[in-house]
């Protein structure tokens, strides 16, 4: 392998790529072709193979790459900020919209010019009951109008086609206007998210933060495989530890401030009670049942029940997800209760 044949991680996207000569590819088995495609994608602007996965998961996008013999290159470029990877997550997802909007167009048109043929018999009831006659000028009818209904069949996949790039541009611009961001208890979820991820994360950096120290002090130590460990390499896996962390606190800085752009969380065990009625986005008017030092328990019924058949369920969810006091008195008898949920 020489220089132009190497794998570098890009910090920017976080992916890992391949840069090889189309001769090495050709080169190459069909077992190591088909590893490449399952862990990597052709990326026609930069002309290299790109990680179908980001850091931290580039494990096994790692491995191929040494398995065909890539050197390691390092890396490259700067790591953008949570906000400024969600930005260019949002912008990305604009011109999404705008190609799914296009596709869902030609495939309308598409549509109609198929069907069009059939469009413009609708009132001859001759053409679609004549019978066919065995003559060549019959058969040749009889070949056309088959041919018009085929193309009538395919319309409709046309048709089919449209409503389903329609359906992706849809959620291409919820995720370009960022929608979730409105959603306090999505927000709270990615919080709680973030915080369980430093947690471990902590805890592998002071494993590792031990390791080291133990082999500063002329310790010898063994990995899992039983291969001693070196005090750069240790000190290497430190570093990423360290690096991680400071990822996951910019993320989770990122979901804090949002939070406090949306006025926090209002509720809390503080300010709310056993009986107390609430309103939740998933099921609307709840009774709570229970308060937690983070969730609280709730009481809903099944509003397409009967009313003789609601029988009270429970559910958990965050105080984020309380929208806002409901504003039916506190005490009401178990079929007001039931009333008041439809």
Known sequence: ???????????????LELHFEKSVYSALTDEQKADIKSNFLWGRNSGCWISRCK???LHWARRCAERIGLADA???GERLSFAEQMERKQERAERRAERYDAR????????EQLQAPIEKM???????TQPIVNTSAG???GRRREKMFAAWERGFDEFRKSEYWQERAETARRTAAGKELTDKGFIQRRINECEANLRALR??????????TRLEAGEELKNCAGEPISLDKARENLEYWLDRIEVELDKLGYYQDALDALGGVEFSRKNLKKGDLIVVKRWGV????????????YEFTQPHMTLADRTPMQGQASYAEIERRADEPETMTPDEFAASLT
Request: one cysteine or more; hydrophobic letters at 30%.
């Open 203 to 212: 805890r592998s950096y002071d494993a590792q933060e031990r390791t080291v």
């Open 74 to 76: 390092g890396q490259t």
């Open 122 to 128: 609708h009132g001859d009831i001759a053409f679609f």
């Open 286 to 297: 709840v009774r709570v049942v229970r308060c937690g030092p983070k969730n609280f328990t």
């Open 139 to 141: 058969r040749a009818f």
């Open 104 to 111: 869902a167009g030609a495939a309308e048109k598409r549509g």
């Open 55 to 57: 850091e931290p998961n």
């Open 1 to 15: 392998m020489n220089e132009s044949n190497y794998f570098i991680v890009n910090r920017e996207t976080g992916k």
